[in-house]
C-alpha cells in the first residue's frame, strides 16, 4: 500500500513573472489622446494577459514615465515608445529617464517603420473613402508630427514609401512642424502633378492638435488617427518581445 507521503502531488513549478511592458505616450492636452491611449492599453491587455501593462507619459498628462517607473521599484521593465519614428524622445528623454529609474529597463524600438504600421494606414484610409477613385490621378499626403531630427525624417519617408507601393500611388510625407514640407506644400506639388483626388493619412497615434490642423488642411477625404486599431496593439507587444530578445538593460545613473 503506498505510503501517504506519495499520494502527494510535486509543488508546480511557477513561471517567472514577465517582464513590465510600459508603454510611452508622449501626451496632449486634447483630453481625446488619454482616452484613446487608454483604450490602445487595454487592447493590449486582451492580448497578454501575462504581462503587466502599464503607461507613462512624457509630459503634459499624469502619470508621467518618472512615476510609473518608480512604482515599479527594482523590477525589469521594456519601455515602448507610443512613437512613429526616430528623434529626440527616443534617443535623450526616454533613455535617461529609464536609466535614473530603479527598474531594471529596456528601451523597445519606436513603432515606426513598420508594415504593420501600413496595414493600419490602409485601413483608416478605406474607412474615409480610400478606393474610389482612379489610381491614376489620386495620391496620398503622409502628415506626421515633425522632428528636427534627421533620423524622424527618414523614418517617417520609409513609411511614406511602403504605403504607396501598397496602394500604387505617390505618398508624400508632410509635417505639422519642425520639418517640410506642410501639408499645403505637399498638396500644391501634387496637385502640379496632375493629382486630383489627394487623400490625407494621419500619421498620429491618436487625437490631437496636430491631426486636427493638418485635417483643416486637407483637399478632399481625411484618416482618422492610427489610434486602437488591432494591429497598433500587435505592434506594441511586437516592440516588446524584441526588446527582450536583442536589448541589453540600460545602466542606472546613480552607478554610472
Known amino acids: 500500500m503506498p505510503s501517504q507521503l506519495s499520494l502527494v502531488p510535486p ?7 514577465a517582464p ?32 503587466p501593462v502599464h503607461l507613462g507619459h512624457i509630459e503634459l498628462n ?19 515608445p507610443l512613437l512613429l519614428s526616430r528623434g529626440y524622445h527616443v534617443k535623450r528623454d526616454i533613455p535617461e529617464m529609464a536609466a535614473a529609474a530603479p527598474a531594471r529597463t529596456r528601451v523597445a524600438a519606436p513603432l515606426g517603420p513598420h508594415s504593420l504600421l501600413v496595414d493600419v ?9 480610400w478606393g474610389t477613385t482612379s489610381r491614376g490621378d489620386s495620391a496620398v499626403v503622409l502628415a506626421a508630427a515633425g522632428s528636427r531630427d534627421p533620423d524622424a525624417k527618414t523614418d517617417t519617408a520609409r513609411t511614406a514609401h511602403l504605403l504607396a507601393a501598397r496602394l500604387g500611388v505617390p505618398v508624400l510625407p508632410a509635417y505639422a512642424s519642425a520639418a517640410t514640407p506642410t ?28 491631426a486636427t490642423e493638418c485635417a483643416q488642411a486637407a483637399p478632399w477625404i481625411t484618416a ?11 505592434l506594441v507587444l511586437h516592440r516588446y518581445d524584441e526588446a ?5 538593460s540600460l545602466p542606472h545613473l546613480a552607478s554610472a
Open 11 to 17: 509543488p508546480a513549478t511557477r513561471r517567472p513573472a
Open 183 to 210: 501639408v499645403q506644400q505637399a498638396v500644391r506639388t501634387l496637385l502640379a502633378r496632375g493629382r486630383r483626388h489627394i487623400a490625407l493619412a494621419s500619421y498620429f497615434t491618436a487625437p490631437g492638435r496636430f
Open 121 to 129: 494606414l490602409q485601413d483608416r484610409l478605406t474607412e474615409a473613402g
Open 244 to 248: 527582450l530578445r536583442t536589448s541589453p
Open 224 to 234: 482618422a488617427p492610427l489610434a486602437t486599431h488591432p494591429s497598433m496593439a500587435h
Open 20 to 51: 513590465a511592458l510600459v508603454v510611452v505616450a508622449h501626451g496632449s492636452r486634447d483630453p481625446r489622446a488619454l482616452s484613446t491611449v487608454r483604450a490602445l492599453l487595454d487592447r493590449v491587455r486582451a492580448l497578454r494577459p501575462d504581462v
Open 62 to 80: 499624469a502619470p508621467l514615465l518618472p512615476d510609473t517607473l518608480a512604482a515599479l521599484g527594482d523590477a525589469e521593465a521594456v519601455l515602448v
